[in-house]
């Protein structure tokens, strides 16, 4: 197992954790465990990542009219988002760089 995946599956440890109790620095080691996991992320899927970051926290609040566990659903499917984000992050950051280089 691969440390990327290592830090993917923290990362939603955390954010599955994270919907039930206060976990000091969440959104921060959820965004870190993003970035970790964006390193291993094939060109190909660039395009699948970003949209992911952008489309799950909207999607995640139609959850809340859920009776008793929307409210747990949007939490965890926001803090995945923090993840994901993170990852988007480390892909468009380094997009810029090589468009700057060349």
Do not use: C, Q, W
């Not at 964006?38 to 009219?65: C, K, M, Q, T, Y």
């Not at 008793?68 to 892909?91: D, F, K, Q, R």
Request: charged letters at 10%; proline letters at 3%; hydrophobic letters at 60%.
């Amino acid at each position: 197992m691969s440390i990327y995946k290592i830090a993917g599956i923290i990362g939603l440890l955390i954010a599955l954790v994270a919907a039930f109790v206060n976990v000091p620095y969440g959104v921060e080691l959820m965004t870190i465990a993003g970035i970790i996991v964006g390193i291993s992320i094939l060109a190909e899927h660039h395009v699948r990542v970003i949209v992911s970051a952008l489309a799950l926290p909207a999607v995640a609040a139609s959850f809340d009219a859920l009776p008793s566990v929307g409210v747990y659903i949007t939490s965890i499917l926001g803090n995945v988002g923090h993840v994901i984000g993170g990852a988007a992050l480390l892909i468009i950051l380094r997009n810029v760089a090589n468009r700057l280089r060349t």
